[in-house]
């Protein structure tokens, strides 16, 4: 049984103010970045109104780095030209301030103005040519090297300037750590002089000893560049830290010593939602920032504005309910909300009910997160790093989530720098949607996990090469498969299937049928004695024209193989592309293969079991003497495309869980609803029924001891 981050309960931002973990009061976060013109047009409180509305707790607030919201007096850094005799970031600091609040200064270093850089050339990014990289949104501003002097001295002289004039609790970093690779002089001495290496001449080509050098290098100068500022901010306001958004980069990208020196709690800024991108995503974010620090908190930053990968729509505003569904399922996942609004001036006011309702209702949930932890008995591993993306692994992880999301089976995620027995020893079942590239160590920390007890369920490539993308002879998990190679990856095959060849708990609900769609991509494999074969692929067969659409053989290779391990788990393995595939066709039978497949892994009957109709995100949040399962309604026709329009009213549900040994009662509430359930004992579990909800539902189960019933 996996835990995960626990529940931080609401802490007065006075009685914690100036203390060294102030942080953990900070739980409901405004944050306003303002453009170079609202000095001198918006109103400062207007703002303070709308913190006290949200319920906000924190702010984040525009100060400096690019544009400075506040009378600097340090050379090249830019003044908003409106600024005049005003200080609006102090004045907002003092707004909230009074509120009780917690206060974050922003800063973004990634350009500077032209002054800048005509002055200070050596503060540039530059291409491999030796240019200066121009800012591709704006013209006439140049980005910055993150390597050189213009981070290391000038940011952090900002940054002391901003600490010492004002009474903020952090700095803030946005866009911080560079754009592609900087070939300034600074960072091409710096990395020749270190690895011997010129700088690599692409990116992400892990066969380049110059590349994996580089990740290995750059890694070392931000992680050390972020102690450099967190020391500084520091040795002035001593409770104060120094916080850059992490981003794209994630936090497995800096050194982990320094991050458990430095990073008090992690922020996640995927802001938009655009294409296809379920609502749940937002509650993956809090799990893939818990999968590489489960002890610490984590925010999410969600924009008010719509948001595109291709368009950026950063002064408008996006539908109430699609705001409203992404914070409350990151703060269900244990990501505490955040809010951003680009722009002072508010033109279109239509964010601030959904964002207070969202905010209230966090509010109202967080002292029954206080003293819980997420757990789960399920856990995915997450492909990582650009790598994932260019072979398609992100597309197995987002199947493989999406089923486990329609089946309700509560999981979390495991980072594949964080594969560790300790981290494994936690769950039942590792869930490996495409985990090509594994290592032998973490092969061999998998093997000796199943050998004490741990089930797996693996898919398509999984172990097939080591972590530099080398082809391997045979599967590193051959093993824990129970098979072996035979044939390398064939495809993209058409009209292929699989039929079911063996009676055996995964065919469960396919009854009536002969056959189920296969795959497109398929790996031959041989099963070992001792493994069950309960699907087999048909023989190719043409699907035009379509007299000829028929089988011409019976069913062979295997498609899906369960094994029970010597240690007492169990392993199932699908050599084809069965998450990709659920993915992107999103077939009833193929979910239904994941589904059964990690409930027959966990070996016993699931510990919380959510069943009803629609789409719905389970969190379970539990202590010793109860267990809160979260159910997050994400039933809409735009569940899959990011703008949600409405909020459709959850179905009922009903809810059951497996109690303790010595439960002589159980009892249970509706926390949102804020009315008690009937609860129906029943073989050692509690149920009630859940008749719907708008946004959510927690369901709070309490018992006492005294004999089973």
């Known amino acids: 049984m996996a835990q995960g981050v626990t529940g931080n309960g609401p802490q007065s931002a006075a009685g914690a103010v100036r203390a060294p973990d102030w942080h953990l009061g900070a739980t409901r976060w405004t944050q306003l970045t303002l453009t170079e013109n609202d000095p001198g047009r918006f109103d400062p409180e207007y703002w303070i109104d709308i913190m006290r509305e949200t319920r906000s707790n924190a702010a984040c607030i525009s100060a400096g780095g690019y544009i400075a919201f506040y009378p600097t007096d340090i050379p090249y850094h830019y003044r908003s030209s409106h600024l005049a005799d005003t200080d ?14 917690h206060v974050m200064a922003r800063v973004d270093p990634h350009a500077v103005h032209p002054d800048a850089a005509q002055a200070r050339p ?45 009474d903020v609790d952090a700095v803030f970093a946005n866009r911080w750590q560079g754009h592609g690779i900087s070939y300034s002089e600074t960072a091409r001495r710096s990395f020749r002089d270190e690895t011997g290496y010129d700088l690599p001449r692409s990116e992400g080509d892990t066969s380049d000893p110059a590349w994996r ?29 120094f916080i850059p958004n992490l981003g794209s980069i994630a936090a497995r990208d800096l050194d982990r010593d320094m991050l458990v020196k430095h990073f008090p709690f992690f922020l996640i800024d995927k802001q938009g939602r655009s294409g296809v991108e379920a609502p749940w995503s937002a509650g993956r974010n809090g799990k893939r920032s818990r999968a590489v620090f489960r002890d610490r908190p984590v925010g999410l930053i969600t924009s008010i504005g719509p948001e595109h990968h291709q368009h950026r729509w950063k002064d408008s505003v996006a539908p109430g309910a699609e705001t409203a569904t992404w914070i ?12 951003t609004k680009f722009n002072g ?26 003293g819980r932890t997420i757990t789960a008995d399920v856990a995915l591993l997450e492909a990582a790093g650009p790598e994932a993306a260019r072979t398609g692994g992100r597309a197995h992880e987002e199947g493989f989530y999406h089923a486990l999301v329609e089946a309700r089976i509560p999981f979390e995620l495991v980072a594949e720098q964080n594969l560790t027995v300790e981290e494994l020893s936690q769950f039942k079942v590792l869930v490996l949607p495409d985990a090509e590239r594994l290592s032998l160590e973490q092969c061999r920390t998998i093997q000796d996990y199943t050998e004490s007890g741990g089930s797996v369920v693996a898919a398509h490539r999984s172990s097939l090469d080591d972590e530099y993308g080398t082809p391997r002879a045979n599967f590193g998990l051959a093993e824990v498969f129970g098979a072996d190679l035979n044939t390398p990856v064939r495809g993209p095959v058409k009209n292929n299937y699989i039929a079911l060849t063996e009676e055996h708990p995964l065919t469960e609900g396919f009854e009536g049928a002969e056959r189920v769609i296969g795959g497109t991509e398929l790996i031959g ?33 295997p498609a899906v193989l369960t094994r029970e391990l010597p240690g007492g788990g169990r392993s199932v ?5 069965l998450g990709a595939l659920f993915w992107e066709a999103l077939q009833t039978d193929h979910g239904r293969i994941i589904a059964n497949a990690v409930r027959w892994a966990l070996g016993g009957e699931e510990r919380v079991r959510v069943t009803g109709p629609g789409l719905v995100d389970v969190a379970v949040w539990e202590n010793a003497d109860s267990v809160a399962v979260v159910l997050v309604n994400l039933t809409n026709p735009m569940a899959l495309k990011g703008p949600v ?32 359930a009937e609860v129906t004992l029943d073989g050692g579990r509690a149920e009630v029924h859940v008749p719907s909800a708008q946004l959510m539902e927690m369901v709070s189960f309490t018992w006492t001891r005294g004999g089973r019933s």
Request: aromatic share 12%; charged share 25%; glycine share 6%.
């Open 88 to 101: 609006p970031f102090g004045a907002l600091v003092d707004g909230a301030r009074s509120l009780d609040m």
């Open 122 to 166: 050596e503060w540039l990014a530059r291409d491999a040519d030796g240019s200066p990289k121009e800012h591709w949104g704006y013209p006439d501003i140049w980005l910055t090297c993150p390597f050189g002097s213009y981070n290391r001295e000038f940011i952090t002289e900002v940054a002391r300037e901003i600490v010492t004039r004002y």
């Open 213 to 241: 050098a580089y990740v290995i290098w750059r890694r070392r100068k931000l992680s050390d560049l972020v102690s450099l500022w967190d020391r500084a901010v520091r040795d002035v306001r001593p409770h104060a830290r």
């Open 328 to 339: 409350v399922d990151g703060f269900a996942q244990g990501a505490f909300p955040w809010f």
């Open 345 to 370: 001036m508010v033109p279109d006011p239509r964010w601030i009910r959904p964002v207070s309702e969202a905010f209230a209702l966090h509010e109202r949930l967080e002292p029954e997160f206080t």
């Open 525 to 557: 494999v041989t099963a070992r004695p001792g493994t069950e074969v309960p699907f087999r692929f048909l023989p190719d067969y043409p699907d035009l024209p379509m007299e000829e659409v028929y089988p011409r053989a019976e069913p062979d290779a």
């Open 573 to 577: 393995y699908a050599p084809f592309n």
């Open 645 to 676: 329009r409405e909020v459709i009213p959850m179905p009922g549900q009903r809810v059951s869980v497996d109690l303790p040994e010595g439960i002589a009662g159980a009892s249970a509430r509706l926390l949102v609803a804020g009315t008690d």
